[in-house]
């Protein structure tokens, strides 16, 4: 089955480690997002790729780090500079324009102490 | 601005119609989309128009678009508990999607 999947569903840290969040698709997608979603702001962009070896920061990433080495995989780092990073967490690919169907994964919950 | 609106709640009893408005603000969107998120879950595409039409109909679904006041509304037709849910607009900038908020429709049995 072709999808996008992200692990781990929850994740805990304490406050001051970097995290890093898995995303991984099979759908042959160009292009890889990373989203925020807190309760009553929607979906806020973090970091996006449009293909493999290049990415741009999004609205809100101060504190995040990505990487996108292979076309399946785009992991998000979130590191301790992060202020806020207690979040859901979600990553979605798309064919390639922007204007195509994004999908998305299941979410990652983070929550830091 | 790229602030996309909605209103944040909806209460409607089941077998009634929902309708979730939507004010977004390019108008060189290609695409208009809606998507629906299940309690804990990621964005799953429910349905989308393209932005030379004025409506479009998909089963229960039924969108309407109009362009001159950037209004997008979202109308379910016999709204069922499982449609409980929120339900994001989004609208198709230069680089990027640019969600709205959200709105939470809540279906009473």
């Known amino acids: 089955d072709g999808g996008i999947t992200q692990s781990p569903k929850y994740l805990f840290r304490k406050e001051g480690q970097n995290v890093t969040l898995s995303c991984e698709q099979n759908?042959?997608?160009?292009?890889m997002y990373w989203y925020r979603q807190d309760p009553g702001q929607g979906l806020r962009l973090i970091y996006y790729?449009?293909?493999?070896?290049?990415?741009q920061k999004g609205d809100i990433a101060e504190g995040y780090s990505v990487s996108r080495e292979k076309k399946e995989s785009f992991p998000l780092t979130v590191t301790s500079a992060q202020k806020n990073p207690t979040a859901f967490y979600l990553c979605a690919s798309s064919p390639g324009r922007v204007d195509y169907e994004q999908y998305f994964g299941p979410g990652t919950r983070l929550t830091v102490t | 601005g790229e602030d996309v609106e909605q209103s944040l709640f909806l209460s409607v009893r089941e077998g009634d119609s929902s309708v979730i408005n939507c004010t977004y603000t390019d108008s060189s969107s290609t695409y208009l989309y809606w998507y629906k998120q299940e309690p804990g879950a990621g964005l799953q595409l429910l349905t989308y128009?393209?932005?030379?039409?004025d409506m479009k109909q998909d089963q229960r679904l039924t969108v309407l678009l109009n362009k001159k006041d950037k209004h997008l509304s979202l109308r379910i037709a016999d709204t069922q508990t499982g449609d409980s849910a929120i339900y994001f607009c989004?609208?198709?900038?230069?680089?990027?999607?640019?969600f709205g908020t959200g709105t939470r429709l809540k279906v009473l049995a």
């Open positions: 759908l042959n997608h160009d292009a």
């Open positions: 790729s449009q293909i493999v070896n290049d990415f």
């Open positions: 128009i393209f932005s030379n039409m």
């Open positions: 989004a609208e198709t900038g230069t680089y990027k999607y640019i």
